[in-house]
């Protein structure tokens, strides 16, 4: 068995038995190392190294943490979630008017994740902000969560598959086409910008059916929850955004702005959060006594995605020292014989399993795109089905990870009190309604395009 295929085994049947996927990552790491025959020392020593890569996103969601709990503190979104609640609540058509609520919750959390990756490229940013305030409202909805996770899921996922905007510039233009182009000069395949949206229009047509699916048939059922506190934010009781005065409001406002337009000028979540935070601390909305305090919640509240992403690089770093990562991309050669739909399947599974692993498509990209160029023109992929072929393969294993920000983010939202499992709840349910539609689709792609 291959190293890579065995350590990701051990990832994902420790993490399903419910051990910490910390634990799972660091475990998975060694098994894979010493299969591969590396030394312990060496095995280390490639851990430590890539443990590099996942602090600058560690502090960023530490810092996000922090700014989230900070403007949770003014009762604003607190605030806003009981009106909701009393609106339909106290409405003559009950039913009808929740609704209406929950239709419109999927729409915002979608369109508010569509607009994080093109128009506002904050990424999961905006989860730790929007997500915890509103599972009040769920609650009272008794709204399955995994339906939730999935929403955000796709949304923070099919649009850089399909939209060079934004992170989808960097993934179809900078990153797929350019790989493309690099591996196949010599071989005289070369594609356009058009070419990498219109490829992948059909796998992400896969995605919109599993989110149907997970919304309208697996997890329609009302699913109960109860209403407990959630670390860092403010207590029922509390004053909410009716007790700020105008000039706090205005802050408030503010901070959310400049929070946004550093993270675009500086490139970094780190300095944007930071800003946000800095301009509410001087709002006056928490005592100034409180604000280490207040800095400490925000950390703890996304210190499982901190420790999962510093983890997940390490993990990594391992599998791209063992070098068995091109080993297993060209053993799927022996499986394929002269079959072209079989060609293409084995493609995306690999992808799969490589993606799951790194926890990053836009990682894994680089590592496959120079052997599966050349494979997809000996089998007579058009260049458009190559494009398919190695961008799905990519893109798969992005949503089911349980070390991808696909799904850590919408678990750090989620699980604001301690009631949704990442695993169970997030990286189970987005793996079925979407690896399973993205294989049989991709697949489709690259046979018909």
């Known amino acids: ?48 190294a890539g443990l590099g890569g996942g602090a600058p996103v560690a502090l960023a969601y530490a810092t996000l943490g922090a700014f989230a709990v900070m403007l949770s503190r ?43 990756g093109t128009i506002i490229p904050v990424h999961i940013a905006f989860i730790p902000i929007l997500v915890p305030p509103l599972l009040l409202v769920m609650n009272h909805l008794r709204l399955d969560r995994r339906a939730v996770a999935c929403a955000i899921t796709f949304s923070i996922t099919v649009m850089y598959m399909t939209t060079p905007i934004g992170f989808g510039t960097i993934f179809l233009n ?40 997970a919304i309208f048939v697996s997890y329609r059922r009302k699913r109960g929850y109860q209403d407990l506190p959630i670390d860092g934010f403010q207590k ?10 105008p000039w706090q409001l205005a802050t408030i406002v503010l901070a959310l702005v400049l929070a946004l337009v550093v993270q675009l000028w500086s ?29 400490t919640q925000g950390m703890r509240l996304m210190a499982m995605v901190g420790f999962i992403m510093i ?20 053993g799927s050669v022996d499986l394929i014989g002269d079959n072209r739909a079989m060609a293409a399947l084995v493609m995306l599974m690999v992808g799969l399993f490589i993606t799951m692993g790194i926890g990053s498509s836009f990682s894994t990209i680089p590592i496959i795109a120079a052997i599966y160029v050349p494979m997809c023109l000996s089998f007579g992929f058009s260049p458009l089905a190559t494009v398919a072929l190695i961008g799905t393969a990519a893109a798969l294993g992005d949503a089911g990870s349980p070390a991808s920000d696909s799904t850590l983010g919408p678990t750090a939202g989620l699980n604001a009190d301690g009631q949704h499992d990442h695993i169970w709840d997030t990286v189970v349910p987005t793996f079925l309604h979407f690896n399973i539609p993205l294989v049989a689709f991709g697949w489709l792609a690259a046979m018909t395009l």
């Open 1 to 48: 068995m291959n190293a890579i295929v065995l350590a990701i085994l051990v990832m994902v049947g420790l993490s399903l038995a419910r051990v910490s996927v910390v634990f799972a990552l660091i475990a998975a790491a060694v098994v894979g190392g010493l299969y591969a025959g590396l030394p312990a020392t060496e095995i280390v020593s490639a851990f430590n």
């Open 74 to 116: 003014s009762g604003i979104t607190q605030g806003l979630s009981r009106r909701v609640i009393d609106s339909f609540e106290t409405g003559k058509h009950h039913h009808t008017h929740a609704k209406w609520v929950t239709w419109g919750l999927f729409v915002t959390l979608i369109l508010a994740g569509f607009a994080s």
């Open 174 to 213: 900078d990153i797929l086409m350019g790989n493309i182009n690099a591996s196949g000069a010599a071989l005289g395949l070369e594609i356009s910008r058009d070419m990498p949206p219109k490829a992948m229009l059909l796998p992400a047509a896969g995605m919109c059916i599993g989110l149907l699916l």
């Open 236 to 245: 029922d009781g509390a004053p909410d955004e009716s007790g700020l005065k």
């Open 267 to 295: 490139g970094s979540m780190i300095f944007g959060g930071l800003c946000g935070f800095a301009v509410l601390s001087f709002s006056g909305i928490v005592k100034w006594s409180e604000q280490d305090s207040v800095f």
């Open 311 to 330: 983890a997940a690089a390490g993990f990594a770093g391992v599998m791209q020292a063992t070098g068995e990562i091109p080993a297993l991309v060209q």
